[in-house]
């Protein structure tokens, strides 16, 4: 038994080798095996304090949490979760960062790359930046009082972005969507309407950084609480118009939006298609969901493993990046 582990332990610390040394020069991206299953136990042997660690930052980076959470839905709807939406822009390829008209808006790289720099110090070469922003997004939840849930782990991160990908309607939706396009866009990531309905809960907290992502909802659509429609009218009057989703508890994961949409207060055209109508999927679960926050939480929790299993294309080669801001060379 010596000699068998002495033996396992010498080839270990020879890989081991092999792998740091490759650290210097050439990362060979790997293609992901498809039948690979994620799980929530992937790096117990190779980095067991990960979850310790993205949660100490983000405990204190609490205000980007709201941002946290949006990246991961970008990272996800643009080619799978692949941190893709982290890489910055080069001489040979665009950013998705650089794709209209989230260009303006997304935030949170900074919380991302501080959580990475700590991994790299702790277990080098081994967390990817698509497994850090699955379990940051997560802590960003139950940090800010909503769920927890356990997160299925051991996506590899991309060797490109696609900027004309991230432009494209059919992947990231557009604010002014109607209900149809909405659920179409979901199902073409294989969410269903239960999903959406609950993902889009995640508008409890954050807010839009700019009027033109509610304009045509606050001067022309009738689905409105007058009130509301004056309140943000002023809001794009004076300066950007920044604006909080839902005015009461902006930085509480609550169930606060559903109620906000059952009084015709939903910011975003495609917050309010969730309640126009009645008679759909969404229109019946806002109503169950801002009754029951438990109800709202288990959808939302469950919706969002299912959304961080969304892969990347079969042909995108992939690696663990040690920057998440660039592929490695
Ligand atoms: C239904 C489709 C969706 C549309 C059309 C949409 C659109 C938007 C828009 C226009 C903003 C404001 C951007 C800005 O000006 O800063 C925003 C912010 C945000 N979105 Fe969504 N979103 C959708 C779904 C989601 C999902 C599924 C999530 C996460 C699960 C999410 C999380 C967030 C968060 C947390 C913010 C606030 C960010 C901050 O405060 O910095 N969104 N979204
Ligand atoms: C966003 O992209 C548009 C079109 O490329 C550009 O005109 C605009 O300046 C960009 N905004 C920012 C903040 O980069
Ligand atoms: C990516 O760009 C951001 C902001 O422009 C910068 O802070 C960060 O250091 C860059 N990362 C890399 C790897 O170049």
């Known amino acids: 038994m010596g000699i068998s582990k002495s033996f396992f332990v010498a080839s270990l610390s020879l890989l081991l080798a092999v792998l740091a040394s490759t650290g210097e020069g050439s990362h060979q991206p790997v293609v992901m095996p498809v039948a690979m299953e994620l799980s929530a136990k992937y790096y117990r042997k190779t980095c067991p304090n990960v979850q310790n660690a993205v949660r100490t930052v983000m405990e204190h980076r609490l205000d980007m949490a709201p941002a946290v959470l949006r ?32 260009n303006t808006s997304l935030a949170g790289f900074d919380v991302i790359d501080e959580i990475k720099s700590v991994l790299e110090h702790d277990c080098p070469a081994t967390v990817s930046c698509a497994d850090i922003l699955a379990l940051a997004s997560r802590d960003a939840v139950a940090l800010l009082g909503g769920p927890s849930w356990s997160v299925p782990l051991g996506r590899m991160d991309s060797r490109q972005a696609s900027k004309a990908a991230a432009e494209d ?36 907290v954050g807010k839009a950084h700019s009027c033109d992502n509610y304009r045509d909802r606050v001067y022309g659509d009738h689905n409105i609480d007058p009130s509301f429609a004056a309140l943000r009218r002023r809001s794009c009057e004076q300066g950007r ?34 309640y126009t109508h009645g008679g759909e999927v969404s229109s019946d679960l806002v109503e169950v969901y801002a009754k029951n926050r438990k109800a709202f939480f288990a959808d939302f929790a469950r919706a969002m493993v299912k959304m961080g299993e969304i892969r990347p294309p079969e042909w995108m080669p992939v690696e663990v990046r040690l920057n998440c801001g660039m592929v490695n060379n």
């Open 71 to 102: 990246l991961f839905f970008h990272d996800c709807f643009v080619n799978g979760c692949d941190a893709s939406v982290l890489l910055n822009r080069t001489d040979t390829m665009e950013s998705e960062k650089d794709a209209e008209p989230a």
């Open 169 to 204: 309607a059919n992947n990231l939706p557009n604010p002014n969507s109607d209900l149809g396009e909405l659920l179409r866009v979901f199902e073409t990531h294989g969410l269903d309407a239960r999903d959406f309905t609950a993902l889009s809960g995640a508008h409890t």
């Open 241 to 274: 118009g920044e604006a909080p989703f839902d005015e009461q508890t902006p930085m509480r994961f609550d169930n606060k939006y559903y109620q906000d949409l059952l009084h015709r207060r939903g910011l975003l055209t495609s917050d309010q298609e969730l």
